[in-house]
């Protein structure tokens, strides 16, 4: 599979604060997700974002596929959105998804 | 409710005793997967099927095998159970192949000694 590279790797933020969670793959990409891993342990799929930009309440992601990367954006957040952020993706003719080592957000009130 | 149920959500047991970690899904999805996760490393995929009767290898599937003899449900048996399996394990679920939403399982956490 792809080689998924996840940046920054921990984050820190005040509540209210904007951030930016970068995702890059090792290949051209397809299938491009975005999860969230509450601190229960929960995964939940963010967003399906192969290209293009998707916005969901506070948050939005924008994939360039052929630079091969993705953006997740977070705005104003809140402690519930604390957890650890992964990106997901397959290769050209790949039914494997392979994710990135995550983002552990955290968010103090 | 459409979910993806696992069991048992805890497990400890002991090197080379045989068991299995069951999946089911209620969403009549074609494709199925299971993941470990390890800190640090993120999810990997350990095996997916696409259908019914079809199966392949993910990127570290040395160690498991799986089965898929009815769409609902994708088994995960570890036939000779060792510590470096010790990990947090997720079944997923999507209407086809990973080019849709994937819905997670709870995830069973394992314990080899």
């Known amino acids: 599979g792809i080689q998924v590279e996840q940046s920054p790797p921990d984050l820190i933020l005040q509540e209210g604060a904007n951030s930016t969670l970068r995702c890059n793959f090792s290949?051209?990409?397809?299938?491009l997700q975005w999860f969230h891993q509450n601190p229960c342990g929960q995964l939940i799929n963010l967003f399906y974002?192969?290209?293009g930009t998707k916005q969901n309440g506070r948050l939005s992601a924008t994939t360039v596929a052929t630079e091969r990367y993705s953006l997740l954006y977070i705005s104003s957040s809140q402690t519930t959105d604390s957890g650890v952020y992964f990106c997901?993706?397959?290769?050209?003719?790949?039914?494997?998804?392979?994710f990135g080592a995550g983002t552990t957000v955290t968010v103090r009130a | 409710e459409a979910q993806v149920t696992q069991n048992p959500r805890y497990l400890i047991t002991v090197t080379g005793k045989k068991l299995t970690v069951t999946c089911s899904q209620n969403?009549?999805?074609?494709?199925m997967s299971w993941y470990r996760q390890d800190p640090g490393l993120g999810l990997r995929q350990i095996y997916y099927?696409?259908?019914?009767?079809?199966?392949d290898k993910g990127d570290v599937p040395e160690g498991y095998k799986v089965s898929r003899k009815e769409k609902r449900n994708f088994p995960l048996i570890l036939e000779s159970p060792s510590p470096n399996q010790t990990s947090l394990y997720f079944c997923?679920?999507?209407?086809?192949?990973?080019?849709?939403?994937?819905?997670f399982g709870p995830g069973t956490r394992l314990t080899v000694t």
């Open positions: 997923a679920s999507s209407l086809r192949a990973p080019s849709y939403e994937q819905y």
């Open positions: 290949d051209s990409v397809n299938n």
């Open positions: 974002i192969p290209s």
């Open positions: 997901a993706g397959s290769g050209s003719n790949d039914y494997k998804l392979s």
């Open positions: 969403m009549n999805h074609e494709y």
């Open positions: 099927s696409m259908n019914v009767e079809v199966t």
